[in-house]
């Protein structure tokens, strides 16, 4: 399995961006899905995930400083899963990464132990 992150760049405040991760591989969609990220000299942080069809069909779950302003879906046919962020502010600043989850469980894992699979991660910058 290997996940390919694209869409990351530069931003003004205010403004948005939205990150796809491609998935190769089989079952993509019993996979859970998230997404992370790491700003410099910090840990890589839960931003959100989505759940596959078995789990209460594809819930989402976010962090509280992203909840309303960023939004995950999922495209089974295209084994791709979005990052939707809007409202970018400065501290959303970091290098962003999904994550795959293939161990078939009911939650969404906000630990990055829980997943098995990342991409390579793709730079966010939001200027003030």
């Known amino acids: 399995v290997q996940l390919q992150a694209s869409g990351g760049g530069l931003v003004q405040a205010g403004g948005s961006l939205r990150l796809s991760c491609a998935v190769s591989?089989?079952?993509?969609?019993?996979?859970?899905m998230g997404w992370f990220r790491q700003a410099p000299g910090k840990e890589r942080k839960f931003v959100g995930g989505?759940?596959?069809?078995?789990?209460?069909?594809?819930?989402?779950y976010y962090t509280d400083s992203v909840k309303g302003r960023f939004t995950i879906s999922r495209d089974n046919a295209k084994n791709t899963v979005y990052l939707q962020m809007n409202s970018l502010i400065p501290e959303d600043t970091a290098v962003y990464y999904c994550?795959?989850?293939?161990?078939?469980?009911?939650?969404?894992?906000?630990?990055?132990?829980?997943?098995?699979?990342w991409g390579q991660g793709t730079q966010v910058t939001v200027s003030s």
């Open positions: 994550a795959a989850d293939h161990n078939g469980g009911l939650r969404v894992g906000v630990n990055p132990l829980t997943y098995d699979y």
């Open positions: 591989g089989r079952s993509f969609s019993r996979f859970i």
């Open positions: 989505i759940g596959w069809g078995g789990n209460s069909g594809n819930s989402t």
